[in-house]
């Protein structure tokens, strides 16, 4: 079988959300599944495109077991608004030039969101009588309109009638987490026989307790207990929370937390801990190639992992809370829902209110001053991982799901 990803972003090379792309390629290709990539120029989350790939309208690269991936110019942006719609359908109109570069594929897998792209690849497919199957991993335009950045009109009109257009049309859906699963079926209309779930997972032979350390200045030197943010730092995390946690917690001079990665809110947040005088307790470090990043987690008390206050995060299951727990770490979840009840059901961290300050910080003054505590919690954690969400697994049961299509079946 050959299966190809078209995603407007894949860089697994600097962490979440491409981790999610690359632990699904990875697990498809040890199942001997034949995988290609069509995505963008990486450009993620800076909202500029890498240095080593400017000027460039098309490349072509060989990634991690043989894994081709073609990537075209966008214009890049991030944050919301214009530039950032501008973004999306200059990806769709390129998207063309770089399909014309794949070897027929059996299965065109299509990451959404955003779905603008999506009719692209839909066409692509049909072309090449393949099977269009279509990724959600967020609700779209729904997130869209309770931000804010899209108003009751016609271009909300437009989007909608979009959405409904690819959920009739591609073969199978494959929803992320139980929460949209649900609304796929109580609210837009996808029969039940459609859906083939595929939830976040992890590398747990990458992320694990014993993997060699990694050297990070101001995480593996302190002498104190560490505590990190380690992906995207963008609205949806809502991570003024950990700011206020750790305003409360300033007289603790051996606690310390790090926020690792980038986003289009990282310059605001290092703005209030300079504000707020938290420079000593507070740090930023940039974002991680996936294999450092593993060698790092082993060394903090604790993962923290936020969630704005909004109902549409309440079926969310952050792909960065998974490495924490195979990590051997616990994590400390700011946010209601299903991950919420995922850590607290499994023992294998701490739950808090979102957006509250006090219970956070309360959280990591607990782990902090109980470590057997924290062990204990993140073992639960790795036992989580290994037994439930490792990507082989995972990517197994998915594609004994689609197989089900007749026109599948019958291929090895």
């Known amino acids: 079988m050959r299966v190809l990803i078209v995603s407007q972003y894949f860089a697994p090379e600097i962490g979440a959300p491409q981790v999610r792309l690359a632990g699904m390629a990875t697990a498809l290709r040890r199942q001997g599944v034949e ?9 993620y989350p800076t909202g500029s495109i890498f240095p080593d790939y400017r000027r460039k309208l098309l490349h072509s690269e060989t990634w991690a077991h043989d894994i081709k991936v073609h990537r075209v110019w966008l214009a890049a942006a991030q944050g919301s608004g214009f530039r950032r719609l501008l973004s999306f359908a200059s990806f769709a109109a390129l998207l ?11 299965v065109v897998f299509v990451n959404s969101s955003p779905l603008t792209f999506a009719p692209v690849a839909l066409r692509a497919a049909r072309r090449w009588k393949a099977t269009p199957v279509l990724g959600i991993s967020d609700l779209w335009p729904d997130g869209l309109v309770e931000i804010g950045s899209l108003k009751p009109g016609r271009v909300l009109s437009i989007l909608l009638r979009l959405e409904a257009k690819m959920y009739r049309e591609f073969s199978m859906i494959t929803p992320v987490t139980d929460g949209i699963k649900t609304t796929l079926l109580s609210r837009k209309g996808v029969p039940e026989s459609k859906l083939a779930f595929l939830p976040n997972g992890v590398d747990t032979e990458l992320f694990h307790p014993d993997q060699e350390a990694v050297e990070l200045e101001g995480v593996t030197d302190h002498a104190g207990a560490v505590f990190a943010f380690g992906g995207t730092m963008g609205y949806f995390q809502g991570l003024d929370v950990v700011i206020d946690a750790m305003d409360q917690l300033r007289d603790r001079h051996d606690i310390r937390f790090a926020f690792i990665g980038d986003g289009n809110e990282r310059v605001r947040l290092e703005e209030e801990v300079v504000r707020r005088n938290l420079t000593e307790s507070v740090i930023f470090r940039d974002g991680l190639p996936a294999a450092k990043f593993a060698g790092v987690l082993p060394a903090v008390r604790a993962g923290v992992v936020t969630l704005r206050d909004m109902e549409i995060n309440r079926g969310a299951r952050p792909g960065k809370t998974f490495p924490i727990m195979a ?54 954690g790795r036992d989580l991982t290994v037994n439930r969400f490792g990507w082989d697994a995972l990517v197994d049961s998915w594609l004994t799901t689609i197989k089900r299509l007749p026109e599948l079946s019958e291929i090895p």
């Open 35 to 43: 995988v290609e990539v069509v995505t963008a120029l990486p450009n």
């Open 327 to 380: 990590a051997g770490r616990p994590v400390i979840f700011s946010g209601d829902g299903e991950m919420a009840e995922m850590v607290s059901d499994a023992k294998a961290g701490m739950v808090v209110a979102p957006a509250d300050g006090s219970a956070l910080a309360d959280a990591i003054r607990t782990l902090a001053d109980d470590e057997t505590l924290a062990d204990e919690l993140g073992k639960n």
């Open 96 to 106: 063309p030039l770089a399909l014309q570069r794949v070897e027929r594929p059996d």
